[in-house]
């Protein structure tokens, strides 16, 4: 392990100690970054460099300033239009309806109707191409600010695509991937028209299965039509009422949304940080269920692979480590990391050499990697049975559409190299590199990224309102679709745009989409780094926790 560190702190044979039990008021006092190596009793077999810049004291006041501007101006607006001075697009309550129960949470719009309206032109914007390296955008415009959009009959091609989660280049209309599930399509048609306990079981969602098992390396797997729905409705199969749920504070709403339909008691946790999580493990075990103080049922740890919109990789070894301490269960959801991670493309698991056994639940995505839609859930061959009977998604759900099926199998098959080829190889590897090139030229222009540096996932941070909207527009003039996030998404102080890298991008069209970021960031003055890190693992942790009950 190599660590720079203050020469305040004391030396300490397990230097990871060392920085996780210092004071966040001693991170700001000089600048360090940590890179894991074989430390914590040889848990990471490979470095783990991740790091969060702290943002700059003057571009959060004037971020909160500009929030501030634009709620002030908002409330005007709202009198304007309560006096019908200025016309409102939204919907509202009717007049003859004001002394029933509101419809429409008026407050609760404040936002929608004065902030996101003003930067809406950069959602939603409708293409007209296959979502690969570049693609076809429909032209439109507003004359109302945005409460409504007219076509304009144009198509602005060969947008470069840094928004959309191709990873390894799937979403594609020629090539093998294709050229099966036209077959498919052709022979077995687009519906099945059933549940899978009825009569939408089809040979090839059983080789689907099996191969899924086979590519995760575990005993079985299940397939699923969605993957928002194959965590909301599968982890309320899993816990319960006298369940202890604990999420990681940055989880997916499929995971937040599952979790709360379980009716367990959930317990929230600093994101990737380990201190909080074991503090949480240890109170679990030690005090049981509030009032009755008996044993939980069951205790399961939610995290994700990547995490979508930090760019960071969950520290699985030690969740994994500490799972096995407290004997615990653990969910992993590998949207985002099946097939861009790990050097052959099978996950965070793959990416540290863990054994798949060691995680109770695999959870992923067929929407990113693999170019097609739906999730999966692997594990041991009773579980699978267990959630064949008892899942709301694999019991009342409609089966997978078959051209999408083997639009998954054919991939699959390509990254495992049972195609005969080393086509999925290359494009595991060309997006490691492209992951690489791409974050190091955007810090070494002065940017603050976000995240591991290992991720595909990769947040420039922008902050101010008044930016996002910049961004997104000033980048559509430069060819380069991005996607801009921002409050409630984000934190408020916050927001920034979310580049998704993939194997398609050539070093020409990275170049491209460099020179354009770096032409944006000089006239928006977005370069705000200042080199200061702060290692994920460090990241404002303190003693308060979330709880949600089943009360």
Known sequence: MSLAFCKKRPHCKDQRWAVNHYSPLALHSCAFQVQHGTCNGGLYSRPFKESFEETP?????????????????????????????????????????????PLYQDFENFYTRNLYMRIRDNWNRPICSVPGAKVDIVERVSHNYNWTFDYTGKVVKEVINMGSYNYLGFAENTGPCAEAAAEVTMKYGVGVSSTRQEMGNCSRHEELEKLVARFLGVESAMAFGMGF?????????????????????????????????????????KHNNMQSLEKLLKEAIAHGQPRSRRPWKKILILVEGIYSMEGSIVRLPEVIALKKKYKAYLYLDEAHSIGALGPRGRGVVDYFGLDPNDVDVMMGTFTKSFGAAGGYIGGRKELMDYLRTHSHSAVYATSMSLPVVEQIITSMKCIVGEDGTTVGRDRVQQLAANTTYFRKHLQDMGFIIYGNHDSPVVPLMLYMPAKIGAFGREMLQRNIAVVVV??????????????????????????????AISEVGDLLQLKYSRHRIVPSLDRAFDETTYEETEE
């Open 57 to 101: 004291m003057l571009v959060a006041v004037f971020t909160y300033l500009g929030y501030g501007i634009l709620t002030i101006f908002g409330y005007l607006r709202d009198f304007l239009r309560d006096w019908k001075i200025e016309k409102c697009h939204i919907a509202r309550e009717r007049e003859e309806q004001k002394d029933f129960v």
């Open 229 to 269: 729905a194959t965590n909301s409705m599968n982890i309320p199969a899993l816990a319960g009422k006298g369940c202890l749920i604990l999420s990681d504070e940055l989880n997916h709403a499929s995971l937040v949304l599952g979790a709360r339909l379980s009716g367990s008691t959930i317990r929230v946790f």
């Open 486 to 515: 921002g409050f409630p998404a984000t934190p408020i102080i916050e927001s920034r745009a979310r580049f998704c890298v993939s194997a398609a991008h050539t070093k020409a069209m990275l170049d491209t989409a460099l020179g």
